[in-house]
């Protein structure tokens, strides 16, 4: 095997576990494990048997991987019990999973203080856990937890915490920033002395991030010889979390020419993979995350877009593509001609890139986002606004005028319940329309109002749906008076999805105009006809 040969282990099943706000069920284990079988991952730890329902579930009825090991985790066996007679060790060993990792202490500080053991007890614990365990999987690894305190603190310990692992047969030996305060030029310095005690090729690392330096960490270690590292998926894990296997993979492949299991089609998915895990974990991904964000090949600068259309290594330094993202151009206060002209070639609008129009154009949109606007996040209105500068978007209706009552009254079963009535008027094909509807709230009551009126005439909105809607408070200094804006996400059954944005100091003016834009650029999009 190549010595450039690096093993991934993910831990994002029991590290990644650990995060405060994550509860996997055990059905979003065996898919996220069968995720990241597909992404090329070496180990896969599942969990914990014992410790739990869910992970006993898991193991009881482990997901079928065709490129990775599942590894279960557990710990060293207790003091003062043999290892075939430890009720918390039993499960793990006998889990069925192709690879045992456990965890033992190697800072002598861990031993006296949280386990309340003599040294030579924990040696003996770590050598009879690990000895046991080969005698039940094809593989065991030794996660020696606190090694680079250990270290720090008495060497000569944390190694023969090392060697007590290695020789009884452990296949790795882990070191473990557990608390994650170690810097890179300490890791590489500790690695390095560590592989002259056990050779590279059988030491691993598993790095947290409480001084964000887990993925610097884990590349020093790699860089000093250790050949396995041990992450989560977008950096979950205990605490401030573990290393960011989905930054950390490029990193070692791309920029320091280190092999993995993944192949370089393998690596085109780890933008897919990283949002598929925030999809199950329901939130945000993360916009500026490194390689795979939203904004990770986004240009706003007028300066820097002007030079990515020469060459997009003026400001990149990837290839999008190679981690499964896509360049983005933004539009806003920050643009030059360069955005406009490029934005509007993603849209397929056929503009002279020195049509004079362009120049007022960008004094629009920079005049609107002055008074609280945005567009970077809202691509549908900026193609409405462009469009409709170049007088290409049809007037599909005139609102003439909306009333919009809020009222909380007592019904008749004694609820205090608050409802919301829109009324409508606009004129529609010459003549004027007027709709009434109600709401649970008053945005919902004036989307219903509007749809009544439009739907008879605009079919196409049948298949709108609003998916989120955000409310921003862009003067909060002015207190209730504050001007407001307002973000709307609208999809159709096709999978389509944009955002639109509307601005007022009443937010329901604010939520009007950005409705109106979402419809619009509906019928717009579909061909409506006037
Ligand atoms: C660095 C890490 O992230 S390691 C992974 C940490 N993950 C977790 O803890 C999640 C899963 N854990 C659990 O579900 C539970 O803690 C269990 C089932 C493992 C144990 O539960 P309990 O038996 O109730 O023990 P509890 O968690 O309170 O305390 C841990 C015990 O293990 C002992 N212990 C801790 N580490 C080790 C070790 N490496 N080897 C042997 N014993 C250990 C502690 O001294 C303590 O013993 P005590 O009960 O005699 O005081
Ligand atoms: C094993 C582990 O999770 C740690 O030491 O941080």
Redesign the pocket.
């Known amino acids: 095997m190549s010595d450039k040969r690096v093993y991934l282990y993910d831990s994002t099943l029991r590290?990644g576990a650990?995060t405060q706000g994550v509860d996997f069920s055990a059905t979003d284990k065996a898919a996220i494990a069968q995720s990241l079988d597909l992404l090329g991952i070496d180990y896969i730890e599942g969990g914990?048997p014992g410790?739990?329902p869910t992970d006993d579930a898991f193991f009881g009825n482990p997901p079928t991987l065709h490129r990775a090991k599942l590894a279960a985790f557990g710990?060293?066996?207790?003091a003062g019990r043999s290892a075939d007679n430890d009720p918390?060790l039993a499960p793990v060993v006998s889990s069925g999973a192709d690879v045992i990792t456990l965890?033992?202490?190697s800072w002598d500080f861990q031993c006296t203080v949280?386990?309340g053991v003599d040294l030579d007890e924990n040696l003996r614990?770590i050598g009879d856990s690990i000895r046991h365990a080969t005698t039940k999987a094809k593989e065991v690894i030794y996660d020696a937890?606190h090694f680079f305190d250990g270290y720090k603190g008495n060497p000569d310990y944390a190694l023969k915490c090392l060697k007590a692992a290695h020789d009884n047969g452990a296949r790795w030996v882990v070191l473990?920033d557990?608390n994650g305060g170690t810097l890179p030029d300490e890791v590489e310095r500790i690695v390095a002395a560590v592989t002259k005690v056990v050779p590279g090729s059988h030491v691993g690392i598993h790095c947290h991030n409480d001084t964000e330096n887990a993925v610097a960490n884990s590349l020093a270690a790699v860089r000093a010889g250790a050949r396995q590292i041990q992450g989560t998926l977008n950096g979950l894990g205990?605490r401030c979390g573990n290393a960011n296997l989905i930054s950390l993979i490029p990193s070692l492949v791309l920029k320091m020419g280190y092999e993995t299991g993944l192949s370089a089609s393998d690596m085109t998915r780890l933008t897919q993979v990283s949002r598929e895990l925030d999809e199950r974990l329901n939130r945000a991904p993360l916009r500026n995350a490194a390689y795979v964000g939203e904004a990770a090949f986004a240009h706003k600068g007028g300066l820097h877009v002007s030079a990515v259309e020469k060459d997009p290594k003026c400001y990149e330094h990837i290839a999008p593509e190679l981690v499964g993202n896509h360049r983005k151009i933004l539009v806003s206060d920050q643009a030059g001609r360069s955005n406009f002209v490029a934005r509007f070639r993603e849209i397929g609008l056929d503009i002279d890139p020195k049509d004079p129009r362009i120049a007022g154009m960008m004094d629009e949109v920079k005049q609107r986002e002055f008074s609280g606007y945005s567009y970077d996040g809202a691509e549908a209105s900026f193609e409405l606004l462009a469009r409709s500068y170049l007088g290409e978007v049809p007037e599909y209706y005139r609102l003439s005028s909306f009333r919009v009552i809020d009222e909380r009254r007592w019904n008749a079963r004694g609820d205090l319940i608050t409802l919301s009535e829109a009324t409508v008027k606009v004129s529609l094909r010459d003549a004027t329309q007027m709709a009434v509807a109600e709401g649970n709230g008053p945005v919902n009551a004036l989307d219903a109002a509007l749809r009544k009126v439009l739907l008879p005439v605009y079919p196409e909105l049948q298949d709108l749906k609003l998916v989120d809607y955000k409310v921003r408070i862009l003067t909060p200094e002015a207190a209730t008076a504050a001007v407001t804006r307002v973000l709307i996400e609208s999809a159709d059954r096709r999978g389509n999805t944009w955002t639109t944005v509307g601005v007022s100091g009443n937010v329901i003016d604010a939520s009007y105009n950005a409705l109106r834009d979402a419809i619009v650029y509906k019928l717009f999009r579909d061909g409506a006809s006037v």
């Open positions: 590290d650990q914990w410790a739990n710990m060293t066996r207790r918390g965890v033992g202490k949280a386990l614990m937890e473990c557990t205990e």
